[in-house]
């Protein structure tokens, strides 16, 4: 038995110590990401900055002295590292620029904007096990009209507005055939649903939220009005301008799926997209391809819609067919693959199994 523990943890850390040469011979073997974007490495520093002015160009940033370009050209620098590391730790996708590479982690983290407690609400329940046998290999609610355009939460941490909407844009589609893109505005300003056991913590706005107290305000409000009579402006001081007789959307009843994969594949296709949480460090980088970090915190830190899943996702250095959760996010239509993200499926690769909800909408006539 002790031979055996030792054997292996023997094992595990010459596996350890072979990462570590490849990573460090990576490091010193010239960088993967900067010799993509640059011809001439002697000139390294000159390219970040040719690349910083790209970057400004394309995203159209403009810093309002010397002062705060020079600062932000270091946080942009100090990016593209980041990015490289990415690169390295998570071969399977593509990480570099985004419009997040002038931002700090901190200034990053305003854009997601999940509380981390994990308690539910009251009237959550947990999903009845489904059936597993029979699930499409691929499946994907856009393409059957489940699915909103991608919405922008800006510099608002209000993350779990727009999944909680996802899902129910999702879960009314399914109710009443129609396709109705819901408030998150609403929810920001009308919805401070507080956690049962644990005091003060609420839903607040641009300081975050969870989706399923979203779903327990929006069970007791009565509904969600039309994105379009309630506008998302991304800040959080106004009134609650909630108009009850202007509902479109309203929820039956909503449960919490549990942590098996299949289970959670059983609901998305049944019940329409889910509400999830993911640690998002990887996404301050993402690019496009199918993420699959060797290492991700399983901190949940942001709110986002599962909205499909395929068998076959491209992975040049480890498996060929890698499986991928198809993720709906709310950075706009200029981040990732337009606007979505794909993570690996299998192993609740940086959290995504562990926090799931499905909800039912009231049918209408
Ligand atoms: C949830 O609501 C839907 C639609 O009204 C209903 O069909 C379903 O039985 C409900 N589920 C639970 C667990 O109450």
């Not at 094992?11 to 040469?21: C, E, K, M, Q, Y």
């Not at 920001?188 to 049962?196: I, L, N």
């Amino acid at each position: 038995m002790d031979r055996q523990f030792s054997l292996l943890l023997a094992f595990s850390l010459l596996i350890a110590g072979v990462a570590a040469t490849s990573f460090a011979a990576d490091e010193s073997g010239g960088d993967i990401f900067i010799r993509q974007v640059v011809e001439d490495e002697d000139h390294q520093l000159n390219a970040e900055e040719d690349h910083f002015g790209a970057f400004k160009r394309k995203f159209m940033k403009s810093y309002a002295s010397q002062e705060e370009h020079d600062y932000r050209l270091s946080v942009f620098k100090s990016n593209l590292r980041r990015a490289e590391r990415h690169q390295k730790l998570d071969p399977s996708a593509v990480h570099g620029v985004t419009q997040f590479s002038d931002m700090t982690p901190e200034e990053f983290s305003k854009h997601l904007g999940l509380r981390s407690r994990l308690k539910f609400p009251a009237d959550a329940s947990e999903a009845p096990i489904l059936p597993t046998d029979n699930l499409p290999d691929d499946f994907d609610w856009r393409d059957h009209g489940a699915v909103t355009g991608v919405k922008n939460q800006g510099s608002c941490g209000s993350c779990w507005s727009f999944s909680t909407t996802g899902a129910l844009e999702g879960a009314n589609f399914l109710a009443t055939g129609k396709l109705e893109s819901l408030s998150e505005q609403q929810l920001v300003d009308c919805d401070h649903e507080c956690d049962p056991e644990e005091k003060g913590s609420c839903d607040a706005g641009c300081n975050g939220g969870l989706m399923n107290s979203a779903f327990e305000y929006t069970l007791k409000a009565g509904g969600l009005m039309r994105e379009k009579d309630y506008p998302y402006t991304a800040k959080d001081h106004g009134t609650c301008k909630f108009d009850k007789t202007k509902v479109v959307a309203s929820v039956s009843n909503f449960s919490v799926v549990s942590l098996d994969e299949n289970q959670i594949a059983a609901n998305l296709v049944k019940h329409g997209p889910l509400a999830v949480a993911i640690n998002a460090v990887y996404m301050q980088t993402y690019i496009g391809g199918v993420s699959c970090p060797f290492v991700c915190s399983k901190r949940l830190d942001h709110g986002v819609l599962l909205v499909g899943y395929g068998a076959s996702g491209y992975a040049p250095i480890r498996l060929k067919e890698k499986p991928y959760w198809i993720i709906k996010n709310s950075w706009g239509e200029n981040w990732g693959e337009n606007g979505y993200y794909k993570i690996c499926k299998g192993h609740n690769v940086c959290g995504v199994d562990s926090m799931v909800s499905t909800v039912a909408a009231i049918h209408r006539h």
